[in-house]
C-alpha cells in the first residue's frame, strides 16, 4: 500500500525511516479475513507497534490487549501478535485503521483523516449488510460514519453502544484500547470483553437464522 496524500505524513514517516532503517515505516493496509464478519476500526498505526511491523495493533500494548481479546471470543488463533511473521490468524475479523499512517503524537489531522477515508471506505464496501463495525474510539467512530455518508449527530459515540446503521451494518463503539485508557482504567478488560460478548451473541444469532434458511 503506497500513498502520497498527506505531506505532513509523508515527511513524518522519511524521518521515522531515517531514524529506525528496520521499521516498516509505510501506511498499514488491514489485516485479516476478506470475508469478516466483524471489522475492527482503530485509529492509526502505533509508533513502535504498526508502523513497525507493518500489521495493525501489532508490536505493543494496544495490541495485546486487543489480541488477547480476540483470542478468548475465538476470532483469533493465537493470542499475541508480535510480527507479521509470527503465524497469528484472524477468523471471520479484519482490522484496519482510520488513518493508515503514523501520525505525530498519534494524533492525525482533520485533513489528514479525510484524505485516508476512501480507503476506509473501500475496507466497508466489501462487508456484507449484516456485518458488524467496532469502532476503537472517537476518532474511529467518526470516521466510519464518514466513509458511509452518515452525520456524527445521528449516532453519537458512546462506550459499549450499538448503532443499526442504515445500511444494515451495526456499529458498535468501545474506547480505545490504548496504554492510556487501561492503564488508567478508563477501558477495564470487562468492559471491552462485554463489547465483545454482545458482537459474538449477535454473530451468532445470524448465523444460526441463516443456516434455518438453507
Known amino acids: 500500500m503506497e500513498c502520497k496524500d498527506c505531506p505532513r505524513l509523508v515527511r513524518y514517516l ?3 525511516k531515517c531514524d529506525y532503517p528496520d ?3 509505510r501506511p498499514v493496509p488491514p489485516f485479516g479475513d476478506t470475508d469478516a464478519k466483524l471489522l475492527i476500526v482503530g485509529l492509526a498505526p502505533g509508533m513502535h507497534g504498526a508502523n513497525r511491523t507493518g500489521r495493525p ?7 495485546i490487549f486487543l489480541y488477547e481479546t480476540l483470542y478468548r471470543f475465538g476470532f483469533t488463533n493465537k493470542p499475541r501478535s508480535t510480527d507479521s511473521n509470527d503465524g497469528l490468524r484472524l477468523i471471520g475479523c479484519r482490522i484496519t485503521n482510520a488513518v493508515k499512517c503514523v501520525p505525530p503524537q498519534n494524533k492525525p ?3 489528514e483523516i479525510s484524505n485516508c477515508n476512501k480507503y476506509l ?15 476503537l474510539g472517537t476518532i474511529a467512530h467518526k470516521a466510519v460514519l464518514m466513509a458511509l ?3 456524527t449527530k445521528d449516532f453519537l459515540f458512546a462506550h459499549g ?11 458498535y463503539d468501545s474506547y480505545h484500547c490504548s496504554r492510556y485508557n487501561t492503564q488508567t482504567r478508563r477501558l477495564s478488560q470487562q468492559m471491552f470483553e462485554a463489547v465483545f460478548a454482545r458482537i459474538s451473541h449477535q ?12
Do not use: M, R, W
Not at 471506505?121 to 469502532?135: F, G, Q, Y
Not at 442504515?166 to 456499529?171: E, R, S, V, Y
Not at 444460526?208 to 434458511?213: K, P
Open 14 to 16: 522519511n524521518q521515522v
Open 23 to 25: 521499521y516498516h515505516a
Open 57 to 63: 495493533f501489532t508490536g505493543d500494548n494496544a495490541g
Open 109 to 111: 489531522e482533520h485533513i
Open 121 to 135: 471506505s473501500n475496507d466497508i464496501k466489501v462487508l456484507d449488510k449484516d456485518c458488524v463495525i467496532l469502532a
Open 149 to 151: 455518508g452518515l452525520k
Open 161 to 171: 453502544t450499538a448503532h443499526i446503521l442504515p445500511n444494515g451494518l451495526t456499529l
Open 203 to 214: 454473530l451468532d444469532k445470524q448465523k444460526e437464522a441463516s443456516s434455518c434458511l438453507t
